[in-house]
């Protein structure tokens, strides 16, 4: 039982580049969700998702896009990346009815730098 | 006023220390508190989870709610080494799925 499996762990991106983070989860868990953490800023929220083909946006959506296709995925596409995206990105699953009745499992996130 | 507000430290503690960390909010709809910890390189992991004004307690740690001075504190007591890492507080609104995280505190138990 593998988790919240987060790849790559690390990625160096040119401005104006795109990529795909990804997020793969086999605990069965219906809600996913995307967070960005920069230094000293906490945890904010960037996309959730409560189920396949259901998303939306969190505190911080602009540059970002994701999906649902299944369960056990949750992509995010950055499409222009900006120096402002520099963060270490965490994806994150719940059971139930989100953090209320369950934990939020974290995967051990994405280094990612827009130089 | 930010919602939710966390001293980020450094906070330095020798071992057998208690320590007191600390969250104040301004969102009075905030319904649930959790305290999550962070070792580094790592992604959070939830340590407390408490619902209304009071105490929990599990093992070493205590969790306390004050909601009428809105105001939370997580409490280790016989602090470890293995508890160097970084402490973020989270709150939820009833009926949300949206957790609103403090900055986080980081944690130095030296030996």
């Known amino acids: 039982n593998a988790g919240v499996t987060q790849t790559p762990k690390f990625r160096i991106l040119k401005i104006g580049q795109s990529m795909t983070l990804q997020c793969a989860q086999d605990m069965n868990h219906n809600y996913m969700y995307w967070y960005r953490q920069d230094p000293g800023m906490g945890l904010k929220l960037i996309y959730y998702s409560v189920g396949a083909g259901i998303t939306d946006k969190g505190e911080v959506p602009n540059g970002y896009n994701v999906s649902r296709s299944t369960t056990e995925d949750f992509p995010l596409r950055l499409e222009l990346a900006a120096p402002s995206q520099t963060s270490v990105y965490f994806c994150?699953?719940?059971?139930?009815?989100?953090?209320?009745?369950?934990?939020?499992?974290f995967g051990n996130g994405t280094r990612l730098t827009v130089t | 006023q930010k919602e939710v507000e966390q001293d980020p430290g450094p906070l330095s503690v020798p071992e057998g220390a208690i320590v007191s960390l600390n969250c104040t909010y301004s969102?009075?709809?905030?319904?649930?508190f959790m305290w999550y910890r962070q070792y580094s390189r790592k992604g959070p992991e939830l340590l407390m989870y408490?619902?209304?004004?009071g105490n929990k307690e599990d093992g070493r740690f205590t969790a306390q709610v004050d909601k009428s001075s809105k105001y939370i504190s997580l409490f280790i007591r016989d602090s470890q080494p293995s508890d160097s890492a970084t402490y973020l507080c989270?709150?939820?609104?009833?009926?949300?799925?949206?957790?609103?995280f403090g900055k986080g505190t980081k944690l130095t138990v030296n030996p």
């Open positions: 994150a699953s719940s059971e139930g009815q989100g953090a209320i009745n369950s934990p939020l499992h």
């Open positions: 408490t619902y209304s004004s």
């Open positions: 969102n009075s709809a905030f319904q649930y």
């Open positions: 989270a709150m939820l609104e009833g009926g949300s799925e949206k957790l609103v």
